[in-house]
């Protein structure tokens, strides 16, 4: 037994097009999918457009791809060590104030009354908590913070890291919007792409009928083929 296997890889599909195309234009009138095209509407200049317009489409999806990808180095470098100071921040005042750790809420943590801290998923939302965090510590007078000695230990500098938190949700806000191109753009080169690749399945069955005797000349179109040997009743109900 033989089967057709079709990629699922987009470049993959785009090829196996510009093969069949090629084949097609190279025997001319002689091309044998020609009255199949014919029956079933299908156009190679037709699927050429849409394949072309698929390629423009998965260039702008691949620089968004990129885009995204570089915007979530930069925000990870920038947000991870503010979260571990926050993270940090949060231990050492939930240490300072003991039983009384609900003071943290003054702080602008979110704190159960069991004594378990609650973090945010949200880049913006955290900026905006060790901006609240910050805030409050400032309103002590200088050097009476409970947070000031962990500031000291660890050589933290507050007023530079709340000028830096506006930087890091912009950072958020241009990676949301390169990974929502990102997949929109997908979006477009795959509704493009797919009902080529519905014509070339269509061809490629008519193909595999042609040469049921010879189904390697399938591959002559640009079709990857498998042989595979078929299961007898015995194999199957063993």
Known sequence: MARIEYSKVYLEEVE??????AKDLLDGSASIIRPTMVQNEITIAGDQVSVDDSVAANKIFLAQEKLAKQLTGEIKKKYDPYMKF??????FLKGFYGAGFLSLGDWGFTITVNGKMIYSKNVKDNCDSIKAMITYHLTFAVGTSPLQPF???NNYDVAAIALDLPN????FDDHFTAWNLQNAQRAIRDNLINPVMKHLRL????LKKNFISIPQNVSKWGYTFFFFKQKTAYEITR
């Not at 196996?16 to 195309?21: D, E, H, P, R, T």
Request: net charge positive; glycine share 8%; aromatic share 14%.
């Open 16 to 21: 196996l097009f510009k093969k069949v195309a």
């Open 86 to 91: 926050y993270r940090g921040s949060a231990q």
């Open 151 to 153: 500031l000291d230990e």
């Open 168 to 171: 890091v949700k912009t950072l």
């Open 203 to 206: 061809l490629g069955a008519f």
